[in-house]
């Protein structure tokens, strides 16, 4: 096995501070030969570990991951990713978090619509379910965006908003399609100019982009959620891996991004460089955003130590993808964890992706 040489050859130069030097066994080793091991199993087929603490990072590749740099597809990693958009138009003043949605979306008004506030579809408040009931069948007619906005605009809210948490999909697709009224452009378009670029993640793409799709890596949908086509074998034309689903660029789980890339948009947050959002807005967004007694959420962003791995603090901030990623940051360690597989999220307990995860946070408190 190779670690040990890659270990002693790589990290002597990037990791000589006197800290990475007493963490590098526990953090690294132990965390990598978790995917090592998966790889090598065949449980996984592809993965990639990125680590940075302070001014040093590790990043290493595993399986069929062509490089360091391979571009997977996140799934829900994508929405703070659309809402860091979209927050960039707040920036701008374009709107205030308790406007309510009708304010841009006169249509979406009656039966307790009225008073879902844009905070709301951020914190996964407003009522609205995670997936339409039609999600399958729009997704087998190959159904643009705009048509999924359309039915979510006329769903029925589960309950009242800001009454309790549910997780909700539809609600960051609303909030997407308010970015792209504000800044008359589409999400795709918009996410890479307000957040791609300017953090110079040149290995990501709202959809597409500038690649094709040989260039990410595929996702083991045999494993897959039912709502991504998960053990239908008739699926293949619209699930994860199919040209409609990676063309699309669904902001709740569209984004396709190398590990690297990922951690400089947590860079963003927990050194509140102000590159995409102002250090106001950076900290709104990775604060606790609903009321005592529900989950806790910032705006597009999981908050708290559940936003995180076993070990990490109560300001961590993050988010998984049920394609099989996690990436989180603690700010009390200045801690950035990204770890990126093939192997969807609800194919195995515990995920390969936490186990190394796990490994990386609680030796970082030590």
């Not at 963490?23 to 087929?45: F, K, N």
């Not at 099989?324 to 597989?341: F, M, N, Q, R």
């Amino acid at each position: 096995m190779r670690r040990r040489s890659f270990l002693q050859a790589g990290l002597a130069a990037s990791l000589g501070t006197p800290l990475f030097a007493e963490l590098r066994q526990e953090w690294l080793d132990e965390a990598a030969d978790v995917l090592a091991r998966a790889t090598a199993q065949g449980q996984v087929t592809s993965a990639v570990m990125h680590v940075s603490q302070r001014e040093v990072s590790f990043t290493r590749a595993f399986g069929k991951a062509s490089d360091e740099h391979a571009m997977f597809l996140l799934g829900s990693i994508s929405k703070p990713i659309a809402m860091t958009a979209l927050m960039s138009l707040f920036d701008k003043s374009t709107f205030k978090i308790d406007d309510p949605l009708k304010k841009f979306i006169p249509k979406f008004t009656g039966d307790g619509r009225d008073d879902v506030t844009m905070r709301h579809l951020l914190s996964h408040v407003s009522g609205l379910p995670d997936q339409l009931a039609n999600n399958d069948s729009l997704r087998r007619k190959h159904a643009p965006l705009s048509e999924f906005v359309e039915h979510a605009i006329q769903t029925p809210l589960q309950f009242a908003s800001g009454s309790k948490y549910q997780y909700s999909s539809m609600a960051i697709l609303l909030a997407a399609h308010v970015a792209e009224l504000l800044s008359k452009t589409d999400i795709l378009t918009l996410v890479d100019r307000t957040v791609l670029q300017p953090l110079k993640m040149t290995r990501s793409a709202q959809g597409l982009g500038q690649f094709k799709i040989d260039d990410f890596v595929s996702v083991q949908t045999e494993f897959a959620a039912v709502e991504a086509g998960g053990g239908d074998p008739t699926a293949k034309e619209w699930d994860w891996n199919s040209p409609y689903w990676r063309k699309l660029g669904a902001p709740w789980g569209g984004t396709h991004a190398s590990a690297p890339d990922i951690a400089r948009f947590l860079g963003e947050f927990l050194f509140q460089r102000g590159t995409v959002v102002k250090p106001e807005t950076a900290r709104l967004m990775t604060s606790n955003q609903n009321s005592v007694g529900l989950t806790p959420r910032g705006l597009g962003l999981n908050v708290g130590k559940g936003a995180g791995s076993v070990g990490c603090s109560e300001k961590t901030f993050g988010h998984t993808g049920s394609t099989g990623t996690i990436a989180w940051a603690d700010p009390v360690t200045e801690t950035i964890c990204v770890v990126l597989t093939s192997l969807p999220a609800r194919a195995v307990t515990p995920h390969p992706r936490d186990v190394a995860a796990d490994k990386i946070a609680a030796a970082a408190l030590k």
